[in-house]
């Protein structure tokens, strides 16, 4: 009985190591498919326009002559140097949507899974219902809307827009519902703290996990954002960096007679990923999920 005990055991490990190797090398392939095209863009933005095309190395590897500071002192001259004027409109998208939309998304998600009120579940399903229609399909009805309003051309054409977020505030419903024990509130409200300081004091500090995720997602986002910028804008100066670039790529795919500028797509296509990554390192610190499991003992 010992022996095939024994040999159950060994056999039931050897199909433990063997899923394990198999998710490893899955991971790993995932792995290899997410970073190939980052690790693409880091070659490009290292070289020149002749380069891109007729590099020494190949397209995945870096040329003999590295050329990045260059395209970013050409960054700095060409067309005035709009391109970090684009680069400081998405930061100002980006901030003020991101922030604008979380605000929103909090208040609305708390109020829908704390607070019983007359329509709770009818309004609660406009948003979901909100979550199936994709957001190119509601660009047009927006600009006439902004249009009547004479909002178009303006910033407040692509940030008014971006401060609803369905999703989060779907996602901010069902963390409070999960992780916001009602008895930590209803023993705030015993101790005579009212709904804004039991908001601010009790429940805000719980929900920073979620918030933070939602603050990620709007902001990158709005950073992405481009058909609804380039259907509302018409001024240049104005562009965010998403339709800035794209401006770009048109007149290189122009032709011979148009002037090649590949390098500076490459090159600020790199730059302009460094700020979300920079988001994502600093605020991860803060996603810790399930600070409150098991605090209250049902």
Known sequence: MSTRNGNYGAVAGKKIQTSHTLAYVLLAICLVYFLFPVWWLIVAATK????????????????????????????????????????????????????????ISVMAGYGFAKFRFRGRNLYFNIVLGALMIPTTA??????????????????????????LSPFGTYLMRVYCMQSLPDEMMEAARVDGAGELRTFFQVSLPIMTP???????????????????PSVV?????????????????????????????WNLITSGALVSVIPLILAFLFLQRYWVGGLTAGSVKA
């Open 210 to 228: 979620a918030i933070t995720t939602v603050f990620l997602l709007s902001v990158v986002g709005c950073w992405n954002n481009f058909f609804l």
């Open 138 to 163: 509601l660009v047009i009805p927006t600009f006439i809307l902004m249009s009547q309003f004479g909002m178009t051309d303006t910033i407040w054409a692509v940030i008014l827009p971006s401060l």
């Open 48 to 103: 020149s326009n002749a380069g891109l095309f007729s590099g020494a190395h190949g397209a995945m590897w870096f040329d003999n002559d590295l050329s990045l500071w260059s395209n970013i002192r050409q960054l700095t001259t060409y067309e005035g140097g709009i391109y970090w004027h684009w680069l400081a409109n998405s930061f100002l998208y980006a901030i003020v949507g991101g922030i604008g939309a979380t605000a």
């Open 233 to 261: 804008l018409s001024d240049t100066k104005l562009f965010p960096i998403t339709v800035g670039l794209t401006q770009w790529q048109v007149k290189s795919n122009a032709g011979a007679g148009s002037e090649q500028v």
